[in-house]
């Protein structure tokens, strides 16, 4: 970065001091910690999920087990109890007695519950496990093994399939979109045309227009022509609520080339034709690659559309579909929470790192979707 | 397939025929793709609709870019050979309706004519049988629930943008002068790629609360705990305070989009003009108020903008925190329970409707902006 600025040629960069640096890394530090605890407690055990923070898994001070005492059937658990010197009820030793640099808590239910000799030192709960995944990825009942040995049978939330159906919405929807959009900006940019200006300013006009209000109208369409719940209807949709942006993002990438290029290609006498497929197309690798990748994490991480037009049919579900469902039906169950929310973030994720330099310059290019 | 098309068709045999007759081929072409695409629209339609049918959705996608793209390549090119042949001056007249057409035609069936028809909706009755005139509307702003749903965007609108472009700015100017600008960018821009869903299921995580004597699981409350108080229910209680703890989510969200361009900004004021506001003693509280801000005025707007009509449509956020409950519900939400939950069209149009007519002061101005244009 310090090459950037050095270009401008005026003196060096000035690198700011503690206060620069202290301000960023905690604004950087308020902006990972949600994710990291997210990435942290989808491979903790269910049991630990629900019983301790995700930032035990670090280094800290704790009570831990160190022995522990079986009390016989013998013992009245309704009076007074005395273990290894320390005398309690039932409840007392549940929030657990301090005593001599060591605690004793009662584990478990009055029956057949058992006591912890607990002291306090370091620790950290490292006990990490696949589970969750499996679980969120099964399709049918998945079985769980659980850290205390036990096993959980719950249905599994088919989020491989799902994550299928995401991707089989979201390519379409890219492509589609971006070969219309090409062709139109194509033909704004160099063909003269009667109503060229105010075609092109519904283009512009239709940039901020709010998706809901095509909603309902469109569904009636879907619903008449009979693909309502399927993928045909969430493409056509993406496709036209993309194309404004699509239109005029690659309309001030295609206006902007080399106007000798292509007027020389127009005196050898190329078709129109030819030159969008020989000329332009090549040339707008960036700019295609740029709308690509922000459609595409448009589409990938869209609810709205894919609520409405998928609706409730469970097997065209996509994956911000079904991870809504789990909020709303087992919204306590962290386990599949963390790691369903993992699972839909995983390409984008991906998608990101790999071509961030891309998705900044398509942000870069334009400003507002619909 | 789009190289491969017009040499089926060799330009100089076709060119051989009289007037009629070298049209047939191009014609019949293009009724063949044409087929093609209705054909292949039946066949997926029939393939998803089966409800029992095991087709893996991969199978479905591989032939739906086939179809879909290689449709619409096939359609266009056998198009334009149509339209070359035709008698002067056709071709001229005709050819650029081939490369815009399409996306018009899309345009105006999925965005222009649904935005007309909600509108007519809206003057209708919950059944969209008769008109009502502007009842739905009346009946929108006297409703003490949508005036509440009406404040909540207000304050999305209001605090969610100022916010939002403040954080964009401040770490845009700290990254610009520390050392780790790009893993401080990399970093804040992050949460851009993830889904609201996605978002609403980690901040749900952070503000997640456990009874006063159990573990905390929840960072905030955790913290608060800490702190010797009381565990909250962050997003449930104290309306319309609890409005802002579904606003930072997205605050945390759009940072990095807003700190993307105002970086690209300030990367942009030329060095001498901040070089020589130094030299002659200006400070650096100065140099930003004074020089920085009104240079990126433009982007400001811009950003501003943007993120106020992203606030106004702000759905999948509340909906996966609170359903809307809790005094949380915003324009959006309202729209789509009137719709879906109870089923009052004309009531559900007349809120889109209201939408619309908010952005319209950002319309006028992408459209002023454009009249103005020079060269186009």
């Known amino acids: 970065m310090a090459k950037g600025k050095s270009k401008k040629g005026t003196g060096q960069k000035r690198f700011g001091g503690f206060w620069v640096n202290g301000g960023l890394i905690i604004i950087c530090l308020l902006w990972t910690i949600p994710v990291l605890g997210l990435l942290i407690s989808s491979f903790r055990d269910r049991l630990d999920i629900n019983s301790s923070g995700w930032w035990t898994v670090f280094p800290h001070q704790d009570w831990v087990e160190v022995d522990k005492i079986t009390p016989g059937p013998e013992v009245d658990r309704n009076a007074p109890m005395t273990f290894e010197g320390v005398t309690g009820t ?48 099964a399709s049918g009942d998945y079985t769980a093994q ?9 249905i599994g939330d088919n989020m491989g399939r799902t994550f299928l159906n995401s991707l089989a919405v979201a390519i379409p929807a890219t492509v589609i979109p971006i070969f219309f959009a090409a062709l139109a900006a194509y033909g704004f940019a160099w063909m003269r045309f009667p109503a060229r200006r ?3 300013a519904l283009v512009i006009a239709l940039l901020a227009v709010p998706l809901q209000v095509a909603l309902v109208p469109l569904l009636r369409d879907d619903l008449t022509i009979g693909i309502n719940g399927t993928y045909l209807a969430v493409w056509l949709a993406h496709t036209g609520f993309g194309l404004p942006l699509a239109t005029y993002l690659l309309y001030n990438y295609i206006s902007g080339l ?51 037009f998928i609706g409730a049919s469970p097997t065209n579900q996509v994956l911000t579909q079904r991870l809504a469902e789990i909020v709303g039906s087992r919204g306590q169950d962290w386990h599949l929470l963390t790691a369903g929310a993992f699972v839909t973030m995983l390409l984008p994720l991906a998608v990101f790192f790999g071509l961030q330099r891309f998705f900044v310059r398509g942000l870069l290019a334009g400003s507002v979707k619909g | 397939m789009a190289t491969t098309m017009p040499r089926s068709i060799p330009p100089d045999v076709a060119r051989g025929g ?29 393939l998803q609709t089966q409800q029992s049918s095991s087709v893996s959705p991969i199978v479905t996608a591989g032939l739906a870019i086939l179809w879909g793209v290689g449709g619409l390549v096939l359609l266009f090119v056998t198009l334009y050979q149509v339209v070359e042949r035709l008698p002067k001056p056709w071709p ?14 899309m345009l105006i069936w999925t965005l222009a004519l649904p935005a007309l028809r909600t509108f007519i909706l809206s003057l209708q009755d919950a059944n969209s049988v008769s008109f009502v005139g502007f009842q739905n509307y009346l009946g929108v702003f ?53 889904s609201f869903v996605g978002a609403g299921v980690i901040w749900n995580f952070v503000y997640a609360a456990k009874p006063v004597d159990a573990p905390q699981i929840g960072l905030l409350n955790s913290i608060v705990v800490g702190l010797g ?65 009104p240079y990126i005025m433009g982007t400001i707007i811009t950003v501003g903008t943007t993120i106020i009509i992203f606030t106004l449509k702000i759905f999948d956020v509340v909906i996966v925190m609170t359903g809307g409950q809790y005094g949380t519900s915003v324009i959006a939400t309202e729209f789509y329970r009137q719709y879906f939950t109870y089923n009052n069209n004309g009531y559900g149009s007349a809120i889109a409707t209201i939408l619309l007519i908010a952005v319209m002061p950002v319309m006028a101005y992408n459209l002023r902006q454009f009249a103005q244009r020079e060269v186009f």
């Open chain 1, 90 to 137: 039932f409840e007392d030793f549940t929030k657990g007695i301090e005593s001599n640099g060591q605690r004793l808590q009662w584990i478990g239910n009055r029956r057949i519950g058992y006591l912890e000799v607990q002291k306090y030192q370091w620790t950290a709960n490292t006990a990490f496990t696949l589970e969750n995944y499996k679980q969120v990825l």
């Open chain 1, 146 to 154: 659980l850290k205390d040995g036990t096993t959980e049978t719950q």
């Open chain 1, 198 to 200: 105010m075609a092109f």
């Open chain 1, 258 to 308: 080399p106007r000798d290029i292509l007027e020389s290609s127009f005196i050898d006498g190329a078709s129109h034709y030819t030159i969008f497929v020989k000329h332009i197309l090549p040339l707008s690798v960036p700019a295609l690659a740029a709308f690509a990748i922000f459609q595409f994490l448009w589409v990938w991480n869209d609810y709205l559309v894919a609520l409405i």
């Open chain 2, 18 to 46: 009289s007037g009629a007759s070298r049209l047939v081929l191009p014609l019949l072409a293009l009724l063949a793709s044409l087929a093609i695409l209705v054909g292949g629209f039946v066949l997926l339609r029939d």
């Open chain 2, 92 to 105: 001229a007249r005709l050819e650029p309706w081939v490369f815009v057409g399409p996306a018009l035609i």
């Open chain 2, 142 to 194: 006297s409703d003490q629930g949508m005036l509440t749903v009406f404040r909540n965007n207000l304050l999305w609108m209001l605090f969610g943008t100022s916010l939002t472009v403040s954080f964009g700015l401040l770490v845009a100017v700290l990254a610009d002068r520390s050392r780790f600008e790009t893993l401080a960018k990399s970093l804040i821009f992050l949460p851009m790629a993830i």
């Open chain 2, 229 to 293: 108080g009381q565990p909250q229910a962050w997003t449930a209680f104290n309306p319309p305070w609890n409005n802002f703890f579904l606003i930072a989510i997205v605050i945390w969200l759009q940072t990095g989009y807003s700190m993307v361009l105002f970086s690209a900004a300030i990367k942009g004021i030329p060095a001498e003009i901040l070089e020589a506001a130094r030299v002659d003693g200006a400070t650096e509280p100065q140099v930003f108020f004074q020089i920085m801000i």
